[in-house]
């Protein structure tokens, strides 16, 4: 069985409670915690385990999936869809319907920019135009779900993440779409029609074209999701199992983690095999070894939590309350 260690703490180290920062509106605003790693790692199962935990404690919990496999569906054996649907007291869930969202974007925001393309644009400023952005506002407004969230009436928010690679994108997208707004969004004012131009003189100065007023909105949620990213209250906690890939993998989610300013404090090796007299067992845990070796090395920095292969899936929240008793075992 894996060196017990202390188990998963997710309060303030100080005092050991579990403290609120404030909101824009002078509100307490929710903590929030992402769950991410390689697919299979069985993150989750940690974040279901984590607003398990959280909800028992008697804060109100809500547990976020914007991975497309829908997997808390199938962990609590309810359907719960893109609606928020309460698992027990202090817990709700809600698994974000990324197509849904895309449907919006196809019929909100793209429809304003081809129009506006449609009548009329110069060639300096189409080549200008970071088109690259609106295949990524369906992501985006994804993020923005979270963040509404984090910003309502939660003590904790738990976001189960997609896979690495998705995540990765989605951290990278909010970065680069801040600055493409920052530096472009005079160029969007350009794709005023003639007769936009027209309407401005004679309504004043405060007539703005629908796509001056889509990509300024957009800007806004951009600078408000880095907000919610950075934010002392938010912190990533790395999923993955006692595999070289899975350990490696996580890297990469940790730079770009801290690269938005995203708090990294621990990790948790998921699926270590227990002691036993099998030869396949005795010659895996050996490899365990040296793959843990890799993820002391790599993570000095963080806080290693180990948790035991289950011999059994968790799928249902019996099951997932006793994976959390080895998750926060002291």
Known sequence: MPKKKAGLVLVDEKDGKPHRHRRHDGKPR?????????????KSTVASAIATYFSTTGQKTILVSSDPVQALSRIF????????TTLEKNLQAVEIDVEKIAKKVETEYKKIFV??????VDEETAKS?????LSGVDELLALDRVRRYVESDYDVVIWDTAPTGHTLRLLGLSKKMSEAFGK?????LKL???LDTIKAAIKGKSYRPKIATAFEALEKTVTRIEAMLSDGRTELILVMNPERLSILEAKQLKVAAEEHGISVKRAVVNKMLEECNCKFCAQKRGEEKENMGLVHKEYKDL?????????YEILSRER???????LFAD
Not at 77 to 84: L, S
Not at 303 to 311: A, C, E, G, L, Q
């Open 77 to 84: 054996k309810k359907n719960i869809g893109d609606n928020v």
């Open 192 to 194: 005023l029609h003639p």
């Open 129 to 133: 135009l970071p088109l690259e952005i």
């Open 303 to 311: 806080k290693i939590i180990p948790v035991p292969f289950m011999p």
């Open 115 to 120: 129009d506006a393309l449609a009548t009329w």
């Open 320 to 326: 997932v309350k006793q994976y959390a008793k080895n």
């Open 184 to 188: 472009k969004l005079a160029v969007y």
């Open 30 to 42: 929710a903590k929030l915690i992402l769950c991410s790693g390689k697919g299979g790692v069985g």
